[in-house]
Nanobody, 123 residues
Framework: QVQLVESGGGLVQAGGSLRLSCAAS????????VGWFRQAPGKERELVAT????????YGADSVKGRFTISRDNAKNTVYLQMNSLKPEDTAVYYC????????????????WGQGTQVTVSS
């Protein structure tokens, strides 16, 4: 199992950009998929994006397609979420999560979670 730590959140104006990072430690010698989730106050947790071990397969929710890009650098054990054209409705706590494959992540049952990083988009 890997341990995850997110960073890169903050306050940005609408239309701006942020890049979130998810650093993995622990069993990084194993292959694992990573997903980004978000949860806004009073709302259910939402899957934002996933990426498989090789980085060759990615998924993005309709709400972020064309604006957010997920990528990974396995040499650095880090997964990124580049967020462009941010909107106030993107405001949420963003969590990264790891699992054996992206199907597991899309089912919402990863093996491990990070602690979350706050993203606030002002209008």
């Amino acid at each position: 199992q890997v341990q995850l730590v997110e960073s890169g959140g903050g306050l940005v104006q609408a239309g701006g950009s942020l890049r979130l990072s998810c650093a993995a430690s622990g069993r990084t010698d194993s292959t694992y998929a990573v997903g980004w989730f978000r949860q806004a106050p009073g709302k259910e947790r939402e899957l934002v994006a996933t990426i498989n071990w090789s980085g060759g397969s990615t998924y993005g929710a309709d709400s972020v397609k064309g604006r957010f890009t997920i990528s990974r650098d396995n040499a650095k054990n880090t997964v990124y979420l580049q967020m462009n054209s941010l909107k106030p409705e993107d405001t949420a706590v963003y969590y990264c999560a790891a699992g054996g494959n992206t199907v597991q992540l899309r089912r919402g049952v990863p093996d491990s979670w990070g602690q979350g990083t706050q993203v606030t988009v002002s209008s």
